[in-house]
């Protein structure tokens, strides 16, 4: 490992001027006082936990975690990493009021890590999914400080990639306390590639760790069926129109609640409403679907709950290049879930939800139109759908209390 410090150390300042320039030229140079080790805490403590996640995907993944952990070890200090200036800005948006400390993963140099490690002074290192920077965690060993991957996974091309060089990343894992993975699979690449199987376990997946919420609801929803289009963004709700008005032909008893990510895009909808032909009325206004075709979510923090009396939801952000919204807040309830192809910040659930009928990623509107057509008149199917939401669930509940656990093992 000081070999590969030395060699990674001199590549990274001859290549720095020409990404430096990259990252100027494309507004990107952010967080590099802080990537350079340079993280000042605004605390003094010996008792730190960190979370590394590398981009939205992570943090997002990583939000009830930290939540529970700040619960559960009141006497520490939580400290949060990313590595993409979008991350950064999640983790502001979504941490604020639960971390101490909000800063950029160093540059896996050696006297960046040390820096930053001198800086951090870190009891304990989580680090999220497949972030395996050599030079941080052989400095973390060398400080004795625990470092462990949770959520761990691996792509099928990382994989084909790191089998390549199994001997360097045997070296790596071994400065490694532990990597608990997504599932049975990712965990046999892991062993595959070099790391020691009695360190290694399955945890299941923490973004499975979505709650219901209250869901005591009356907006006349009895004896219809209500498609939700959810956290749509500027150009799908014109898909979803049109969409609903083509299954309103064949389905006469469906209702459309129409939830637009950002409510100050309401009044960018409302002369869509007006020239649709159906009659439409909001939320805020509390009209109900006795009498209206659809009705707009104007109101701020109810959509997680309205998922409850959906038949089934459209996920939107996902036919825009928005890379979509989370699935798990329908799919907890056991609705089936439809998103368009773009939903890279939710690559891994979707995943997971494809290999069933819980969740489903759709190429075009007509696509879109297709799959939501199913569900509506193939009772058998839906009804094998709604058990799929189940059953995904089943299977990778209880990520959050492993990873707890294993902390207070560890910190105890």
């Not at 590549?11 to 030229?25: G, H, K, V, W």
């Not at 595959?192 to 376990?201: L, V, Y």
């Not at 969409?243 to 032909?249: A, D, E, G, I, Q």
């Amino acid at each position: 490992m000081e070999i590969y410090g030395i060699l990674s150390t001199i590549l990274f300042y001859i290549t720095l001027p020409f990404f430096y320039a990259e990252r100027l030229l494309h507004k990107k140079s952010a967080g590099w006082k802080e990537k350079f080790g340079n993280s000042n805490l605004p605390f003094n403590s010996d008792k730190v936990i960190m979370l590394h996640g590398v981009s939205v995907g992570e943090v997002i993944a990583l939000e009830n975690l930290a939540k529970k952990i700040k619960e559960t070890f009141p006497d520490y200090k939580l400290v949060v990493t990313t590595g993409t200036k979008t991350g950064q800005e999640i983790a502001h948006k979504k941490y604020e009021n639960i971390a101490d400390f909000i800063t950029y993963f160093p540059f896996d140099i050696p006297h960046c890590v040390n820096k930053f490690l001198d800086n951090i002074r870190p009891s304990i290192v989580l680090v999220a999914e497949t972030e395996l920077w050599p030079t941080f965690a052989f400095n973390c060993k060398k400080r004795s400080i625990p470092i462990a991957v949770i959520n761990g996974r691996i792509s099928d091309s990382t994989y084909n990639s790191y089998r390549l060089v199994k001997p360097f990343f045997k070296e790596v894992f071994k400065n490694f306390t532990a990597v608990y993975a997504q599932s049975k699979e990712d965990l046999e690449k892991y062993i595959s590639i070099g790391m020691p199987a009695d360190k290694t376990e399955v945890m299941g997946n923490l973004k499975f760790d979505v709650k219901k919420k209250d869901s005591d609801i009356e907006i006349g929803q009895e004896g219809f069926r209500v498609i939700i289009a959810g956290s749509t963004h500027k150009g799908e709700d014109e898909i979803v129109l049109k969409t609903f008005r083509k299954l309103k032909v064949e389905f006469k008893d469906i209702k459309l609640l129409l939830a637009p990510r950002h409510p100050n895009r309401v009044p960018q909808i409302l002369p869509l409403l007006e020239t649709s032909g159906f009659s439409y009325g909001k939320r805020s206004e509390n009209d109900k679907f006795t009498d209206k075709d659809i009705i707009i979510l104007d109101t701020l923090g109810e959509l997680g709950k309205m998922y409850s009396i959906c038949y089934f939801a459209f996920i939107g952000g996902s036919f825009n290049h928005t890379g979509g919204h989370n699935p798990l807040e329908a799919v907890v309830y056991n609705k089936p879930a439809i998103s368009g192809p773009d939903v890279h910040n939710f690559k891994d659930i979707y995943s997971i939800l494809s290999k069933t009928n819980a969740g489903k990623v759709v190429k075009t509107p007509e696509e879109f139109y297709i799959a939501a057509q199913k569900l509506l008149y193939d009772k058998d199917f839906y009804k094998s759908a709604c058990a799929d939401c189940e059953t995904v669930f089943e299977a990778q509940k209880g990520a959050l209390d492993f990873v707890i656990n294993k902390l207070q093992k560890t910190l105890e």
